[in-house]
Structure formats: C-alpha cells, structure tokens
C-alpha cells in the first residue's frame, strides 16, 4: 500500500523505535513507516489502519510493538478474535499486563462477557496502573450491562476515581459510563447531573456527553443551512403561485378578448347603418 513520502518512520515512538533496532535497517524502516500509518488512520480509517498493521505483521512477526499495534487495528475494525490473539502474542513476548483490559473487552465483543468479568477479578488487574485499572472497571461495567445486570453495572462504577473532582485522562469516560448506566435503569435526574460532570472533564470531546444532556434537556439542535434552505424552498413555492395567479389572469383577459372584439365589431356596424340612414 502507498504510504506517503513524507512519513519517514521517525515519527514512531522512541520505545517502538528501540524495539524495531533488532531488524536490518532498511526493513525496520519500511516497518517504522507502516507503523506510523496504522497510528494515523486508526481513528478515522480503522480498516485502512488495519491493513498497514497487516503488512507490518508480515515483515515483523516477532516484535512485540508491532503484534500490540496489529492489536489495535483489529480491535479498531471490530475483528475481536484476531485483536484477542495478537494482544496474547504481545503479552507472551514482553510479560506485560497493559493490555489485559482490552484484552478482557475483545471477550466482550466476542459475546463472552462472563469471561470479562472473570478477567476483572484476575490478579493481573493489581498489576494494572491507575489507569489501567479505571479501564478494567469500565469494561466490568459494560460486561454486567451485557448480561443485563443494570444495576451492578452501577455500583462497580462507583469508585474514588468518579468521587474525586480531579480531572485526569479517564474521568470524562468515566462519568459518561456511570451518566449512561444511570440512564439505563430510569434515573434520569441523576443521569443528567453525571452527564454535565462529564462535560466539564471532556476537555477533548472524547464523548458525546454534551449532545446527551441538550437531549435530555430537550433542546434541538438545527442547522441554519437546512434553514436558509427551507426559506428558499418557501420563495420558490411563492414566486411559483404568483406566477400561476398572473398566469390564470392573462388567460381570463384573452378569454374575455373574443367578446368584446365582437362586440366593438356590432357597434360599429350600427353606427354605419345608422350614418347611412342619414344619407
């Protein structure tokens, strides 16, 4: 696949770049370059990301860095099963434990939700740094919703991390899932105070917290090109039905037109009989 000229592979983490050092050079180059796409469409192009992951899955089978990043590209296009093996091939090269929580995800997604939940009570989750384990939480709360279990959904997001009011990287997802589960069993004023909580923490718009509180709210959002649209579509409609009135007019005016030349026509002939009566 094309990569542009611009993409050097520099742009790789120094980490991944160290990683990469065991290959020949030109190959840990065209890998680096590889990598980097993966990084930058996997937002917007899951799948595009997903097939440079492929390519440099097959120059690299066997560094870690690259198995982790063909993780995520399958993770990113919902291929759960594929991202499940890569994440366990990482974790067997390298003995970490960052990726157990998306590792538990991927089981959610494969429909194994009691797996998750088997996997939030491991004792990899105590080797799990604050973030990580905040994670770990948000994927037993989904597991529980998965099993319809709503309300446990709830108490295993309540936590120090939704008390606190320090604002750190997890806590507008945090309180949007807590906001949500809410929701999801009625609660609604409750649901909307987390809601406008996570607002004030997604200082990135990671979540759609604010569009769920206008809802709730009941505000409409509408878009003033649709309006000045709608105002044109309504002068076409009166510039139509003037035209047709203007139309229908003329059309009586010539109907009445025979007439009256009939008419004039019959005057003038009296006034001609009649001059010549004179005569």
């Given at each position: 696949m094309p990569i542009p000229e611009e993409v050097t592979g520099e742009e790789i983490d120094k980490d991944v770049r160290q990683e990469l050092q065991s290959l020949p050079k030109t190959l840990a180059d065209d890998v680096a370059r590889n990598l980097v796409m993966v990084a930058r469409l996997i937002d917007e192009d899951p799948e595009g990301a997903y097939a440079y992951s492929r390519i440099a899955l097959r120059l690299a089978s066997r560094v870690a860095a690259v198995r982790e990043?063909?993780?995520?590209?399958?993770y990113a296009s919902q291929k759960y099963?594929?991202?499940?093996?890569?994440f366990r091939a990482a974790r067997r090269m390298t003995g970490n434990v960052d990726l157990w929580p998306v590792m538990a995800d991927c089981e959610r997604g494969l429909g194994r939700p009691e797996k998750a939940l088997d996997m939030a009570g491991a004792p990899e989750v105590h080797k799990l740094d604050k973030a990580g384990q905040v994670e770990m939480r948000l994927v037993a709360a989904g597991a529980r919703r998965d099993m319809g279990q709503l309300d446990a959904a709830i108490v295993t997001l309540q936590s120090p991390e939704l008390a606190s009011n320090s604002v750190q990287p997890?806590?507008?997802r945090l309180r949007y899932a807590y906001a949500d589960a809410l929701l999801a069993v009625g609660r609604e004023a409750e649901a909307r105070e987390w809601f406008a909580k996570a607002v004030e923490a997604d200082r990135d718009g990671s979540t759609d917290a604010s569009d769920r509180l206008a809802e709730l709210d009941g505000v409409e959002f509408t878009d003033a090109l649709d309006d000045s649209e709608d105002g044109d579509a309504k002068l076409d409609a009166e510039d139509k039905a003037e035209d047709k009135t203007e139309d229908k007019a003329d059309a009586e005016a010539h109907a009445a037109a025979p007439g009256d030349a009939a008419e004039a026509e019959s005057e003038v002939g009296h006034?001609?009989?009649?001059?010549?009566d004179e005569d």
């Open positions: 990043a063909a993780g995520f590209a399958a099963s594929e991202a499940l093996a890569e997890w806590t507008a006034k001609t009989e009649a001059e010549a």
